[in-house]
């Protein structure tokens, strides 16, 4: 059972433009969402995050964008630059039992062509 | 400031050896996950440990996996008996607090190969 879902395995974009990665949720119990970047041989790096009581979280280069409704988060990176090229993984977090759980999707490898 | 930090980064065992990873997470933090990662998947959450505590192991395999946060030294994660499938990225993450707005830093992981 797949709480979270990357539907796109692969994002290819030009450089200087804007990516946009989607992610789906079916929980309702998540509060609070986060978006990380990984390189190959590394630990996923914190990106940006958004809690459920807003819409919207702004970072330089990176917008959260949160739509409970729909169960969507999207995250969009303008310009877009080489060095973005990683694998892009969102995450939801729960809080249960005094502790925050964090359920991931599947990842998004986004390439930035120069 | 050091990050997280986990040893060894890679690991090869045979069949039935036992794995143990370890995980010193960044300092002043008392919170450590373990996460495991199969080829072409996301993370999967396996457990949750504080100082000399297991708060939410629900995603450990009831048997064979265990871990451990002692009051002094990094956490350990042990798989004894390995399986072929047990082949996988293991990430260990830490944060300052355990609440919904405690981001987790990960660490570079430990690639596990079992033959």
């Known amino acids: 059972d797949q709480q979270v879902k990357q539907n796109s395995p692969s994002l290819s974009v030009q450089e200087g433009r804007i990516s946009i990665l989607n992610c789906d949720y079916t929980n309702s119990m998540f509060d609070y969402f986060l978006w990380y970047k990984k390189y190959p041989a590394e630990g996923p790096t914190f990106l940006i995050s958004?809690?459920?009581?807003?819409d919207k979280n702004e970072d330089g280069r990176f917008t959260v964008f949160l739509n409970k409704s729909a169960k969507h988060l999207s995250l969009h990176i303008v310009p877009s630059q080489p060095g973005d090229s990683a694998v892009y993984f969102c995450a939801a977090a729960a809080l249960i039992q005094g502790a925050q759980k964090l359920v991931f999707g599947q990842g998004t490898r986004l390439t930035i062509n120069p | 400031n050091a990050g997280v930090m986990q040893n060894p980064r890679h690991l090869v065992r045979r069949r039935g050896q036992e794995a143990r990873l370890r995980c010193s997470p960044m300092k002043g933090h008392s919170h450590v996950y373990w996460y495991r990662q199969l080829p072409e998947e996301g993370l999967k959450f396996m457990v949750y440990?504080?100082?000399?505590?297991?708060?939410?192991e629900s995603g450990m395999p009831k048997e064979r996996f265990s871990a451990e946060f002692p009051k002094e030294g990094p956490s350990i994660l042990r798989i004894q008996q390995v399986v072929r499938g047990d082949s996988a990225a293991y990430f260990c993450?830490?944060?300052?607090?355990?609440?919904?707005?405690?981001?987790?830093?990960f660490g570079p992981g430990t690639r596990l190969t079992v033959t």
């Open positions: 958004i809690s459920s009581i807003k």
């Open positions: 440990l504080q100082k000399e505590n297991i708060i939410d």
């Open positions: 993450a830490s944060s300052r607090t355990g609440g919904a707005a405690g981001e987790q830093y």
